[in-house]
């Protein structure tokens, strides 16, 4: 896993878990890759201990991911799992990173998953807060002597299972039907996670949840994010336009019509 630090990131998706990011938006990783974007996934924790997984075993996953996604730079933070918090010591990592790779977009998993590890909400607490050290002045010394960067944008991720039905608000979808399959070989990577018969129902699930969410703006699958902040744009066609419109488009009378009645 190299640093990467000397160019700048387009983007960097922060997450508590290797295989937080692939679940969620793996998708959209491996489409910026191909778009020619420099990306980079920052795991806040090693995962571990799980109850199948060990440190060296899903270290070697995670960079089998990395390679199947393209994306450019994977760092682990090695913050404690399990009781991952958010702190200043864990905020000053992230603005650390955050200030070495000077990332146009930070990407962040978010919201609240009592179903799941409480570290997921965590993360996203300490990825904003991290956020925000990272342009501040005169704390260099606590940033490992980097210099004060102010990332442009952030965007969350959703976690699938929040727990609030969340307004979130400047919801997008992208669409990710060319790199569903790169995907879900990423997921594969977690074979201490997901034996055979957890990836079967993984990827059922994940393949019904980006249809839900891709279908609703007429791609076959898709990846859900929403900002903080409204979308800001100059051209109203090329902000609208992202999306096909309606899955299932209407034909007018006289056309191939059938008359329903
Ligand atoms: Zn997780």
Redesign the pocket.
Known sequence: MGTGADKPLDVLAV???P??LEIICGGTLAKLVNQGYRVGMLDLTTGEPTPRGSVETRKREAEAARKILGVHVRECLELPNRVLMDGPEARFAVATAVRRHRPTVLLTVAGRTPA??P??HQGHLIAEAGRFYSQLTKWDERFDGTTPYRVPHLVYAPMPFDAEDRNWRSRFVVDIDDTMDQKIAAIRCYESQFDKQRLEKVEHWIRGLNAFHGGACGYRYGEFFAMPTPIGGQDLISIVSGSKGSPAPVDLPGKSHLPMG
């Open positions: 997450a508590p878990h295989d937080d799941a590890s570290d997921h």
